[in-house]
């Protein structure tokens, strides 16, 4: 009978030696990938389904947080004890513990190494613990370790900590213990009000702004008569970005180089500084803190434009010399932006737009019988802009 039963035995046997080996991995010492000589060293403690364990650890090394060094380990169950605990002595900066326990919900509770400050987190989940969820906890322990490691004027205290751990592992319903005052939302002041629409404990997906600054060069068709402008730019933006969407405002300015234009009565000199203005919505492809990012963009500006007049290629002797005169000409422009990340800090952006003169923009030459269009710009004019941003 032990003969026959042997190869039961050596299944069971190796199913959980392969469990172990599981657990083992993720109980690794620092990240290869996150730690970084002189780095403050970040514990995170992860408790929950093995698999989801992995999937987060994945996740918080591709995020690529160089500046910590990550240790994780692993517990049956969130501890609320420990967080409470001072661990100055432990060379731990700061302590993070990941709860994914509950399919629906991450709870995530974030200290310093005298427990004096915290931050408490929770993220609604689908479900199914897909790419959306990982990112999501991703991202808010990334945002999370960085503003506690600078100072973070809105963390918790002892007393709020702990009043809003104990509402939180309350059954649904159930009031806080007597005496314990309502804590503030995570991460808010005293006395704030919860973010509209939603629960108690509960925050908003993590919205990260960012000042984006970038020099392009653009091309934008012109006129039959001069075929095309173009010129280098600037552009300088404030955004912001909750899970995969970003929005942004910009305004950018633009040279475009002299163009002339020669009839045999007439030449004319054109020089043009664009002004622009507009919102843009972004949605990003990839994962990551640096993915690949498409979107729309509207705007308008104005095109400030220099004429001066020249002699025709016939050289009449009838031509009277003017100074150059300056004229505004009101645009608007929708267009489609794309970005590819060089780097986590660097971004090639390209925008195929489509201008339009709300009136028509054209150049008259003064005759004695009355007047004559000598250039007239087109009204819709597609163009196309490159360039690097920060």
């Known amino acids: 009978m032990i003969t026959e039963r042997a190869p039961i035995w050596l299944g069971v046997a190796a199913a959980i030696a392969l469990s172990a080996a599981r657990a083992t991995a993720i109980e690794e010492g620092p990240s290869a990938a996150s730690a970084s000589p002189g780095a403050p060293v970040v514990e995170i403690v992860l408790t929950g389904p093995a698999p989801n364990l992995g999937a987060i650890r994945a996740a918080l090394e591709s995020q690529a947080l160089s500046a910590f060094t990550l240790r994780f380990r692993v517990a049956p169950t969130f501890d609320a004890a420990a967080l409470f605990e001072a661990r100055a002595s432990s060379g731990v900066a700061l302590s993070c513990w990941i709860d994914v326990s509950d399919p ?23 479900g199914g613990f897909d790419e959306l969820d990982r990112e999501s906890v991703a991202q808010v322990v990334e945002l999370s370790l960085r503003s506690l490691r600078g100072g973070a004027r809105a963390s918790l205290d002892r007393d709020q900590a702990r009043a809003l751990v104990l509402r939180q592992a309350a059954p649904a319903g159930q009031a806080a213990p007597a005496g314990q005052a309502a804590p503030p939302p995570p991460g808010g002041a005293p006395g704030q009000a919860a973010p509209p629409g939603g629960a108690p404990g509960q925050v908003a997906p993590a919205l990260r702004g960012a000042l984006e600054l970038g020099a392009f060069y653009g091309v934008t068709v012109h006129s039959t008569e001069l075929g095309w402008t173009h010129g280098p730019g600037v552009r300088v933006a404030l955004g912001g970005s909750s899970g995969r969407q970003r929005l942004a405002l910009d305004a950018r300015i633009q040279y475009q180089f002299e163009r002339r234009y020669e009839e045999p009565r007439i030449g004319l000199d054109l020089r043009t500084i664009a002004l622009r203005a507009g919102a843009s919505w972004l949605y990003a492809l990839t994962p990551g803190a640096a993915p690949l990012e498409l979107g729309a963009r509207l705007g308008a500006g104005l095109d400030h434009v220099e004429a001066a007049p020249r ?21 608007l422009v929708a267009g489609a932006v794309a970005k590819l990340p060089l780097s986590r800090d660097v971004r090639l952006f390209t925008e195929l737009f489509v201008e339009l003169d709300p009136a028509r923009v054209r150049y008259d030459l003064a005759l004695e019988q009355g007047t004559e269009t000598v250039l007239a710009r087109y009204r819709f004019r597609p163009g196309v802009l490159l360039g690097v941003e920060l």
């Open 311 to 331: 002699p025709g290629s016939a050289g009449a002797p009838s031509f009277v010399a003017a100074g150059a005169s300056a004229s505004n000409a009101l645009v």
């Open 104 to 126: 629906r919900r991450a709870a995530l509770y974030f200290t310093d190494p005298v427990a004096d400050r915290f931050l408490v987190r929770s993220i609604e989940l689908s």
